[in-house]
């Protein structure tokens, strides 16, 4: 997989260890490194759905969420025009290729 960035402080948050230390904590700030070389480890997001299983879920519009650490989240939206959708119009999942991390923080509601 391709990851992206929606914007360079999401970028340095997630690249930059002792920035992602000082807003996360260290515990999640491993745990954010990890998934997202986790996310990148995976051929296409049909995979990266089946790796991750009850910690990823897919939103509409296209968007997949993540869990990860110790009750956070990431965001990641469909980066691209190279996927395809299925005859009922929904993303064929195994044709993504390209999400952009378009947020993290902590999951609302634990």
């Given at each position: 997989m391709i990851v992206s960035f929606h914007t360079q402080e999401l970028q340095e948050l997630c690249l930059v260890m002792?920035?992602?230390?000082?807003?996360?904590?260290?515990?999640?700030?491993?745990?954010?490194?990890?998934?997202?070389?986790?996310?990148?480890?995976?051929?296409?997001?049909?995979?990266?759905?089946?790796?991750?299983?009850?910690?990823?879920?897919?939103?509409?519009?296209?968007?997949?969420?993540?869990?990860f650490g110790s009750a956070m989240v990431a965001n990641f939206a469909v980066s691209g025009r190279r996927y395809q959708l299925s005859a009922d119009g929904e993303v064929d999942w195994q044709t993504v290729t390209r999400l952009k991390l378009m947020a993290v923080g902590a999951q609302h509601g634990t």
């Open positions: 002792n920035v992602a230390e000082t807003k996360l904590g260290r515990i999640d700030a491993l745990a954010m490194v990890t998934m997202i070389a986790d996310v990148e480890a995976q051929d296409n997001c049909l995979e990266l759905l089946q790796y991750f299983a009850d910690d990823a879920k897919c939103l509409r519009p296209p968007e997949i969420v993540i869990q």
